[in-house]
């Protein structure tokens, strides 16, 4: 039952994530960054150790897609933000993969890995070379929130 729980939180915290920049800008990227970016980034590594490879990167595609179609007002904002969100979870999950230790020591190293790699990618697409000047706190920001929602998760029982 946990699992559908962090399903469900998942794909609605990257559909809110990119509605609230399509309608209000980049003025909500900080606080997106850290509680539903960052909650993204920890719930990612708590479906690692739950679903297969295969199921986990269906769920990161079918995510990215429809959180593109739900966006159709943004396309420029959907596009950076599906991009940027497959690059940050692939690279997380090959940092995930290859860290050694505990859940919440893998968790970390994952989530600042996918932190810097959407930090810079989603600004840059989604408001040009202008926008890298919101990479520095949006990654300060989402490795901070994903570091508190990792500390959370552990707590779960079942955790690692």
Do not use: E
């Not at 897609?65 to 969100?85: D, E, M």
């Not at 932190?115 to 810079?120: P, Q």
């Not at 949006?138 to 707590?155: E, P, Y």
């Amino acid at each position: 039952m946990l699992i559908v729980i962090a399903v469900i939180f998942y794909v609605a915290a990257m559909i809110a994530a990119n509605l609230l920049v399509s309608h209000f800008g980049s003025s909500v990227t900080a606080l997106n960054a850290f509680f539903l970016i960052g909650l993204d980034l920890a719930l990612r590594d708590w479906r690692h150790l739950r679903l297969t490879a295969v199921r986990l990167g269906a769920l990161i595609l079918f995510t990215s897609v429809l959180t593109y179609l739900l966006n159709p007002a943004a396309v420029g904002i959907a596009a950076a933000s599906t991009l940027a969100f497959m690059a940050s979870a692939f690279a997380d999950w090959l940092t995930f993969s290859k860290v050694r230790g505990t859940w919440l020591k893998r968790a970390y190293w994952s989530n600042v890995v996918g932190a810097l790699v959407d930090s810079i990618l989603f600004p840059l697409l989604a408001f040009g070379p202008a926008g890298l000047a919101y990479a520095p706190g949006q990654f300060l920001a989402k490795t901070i929130g994903g570091a508190g929602w990792a500390f959370l998760l552990s707590k779960i029982k079942g955790s690692r």
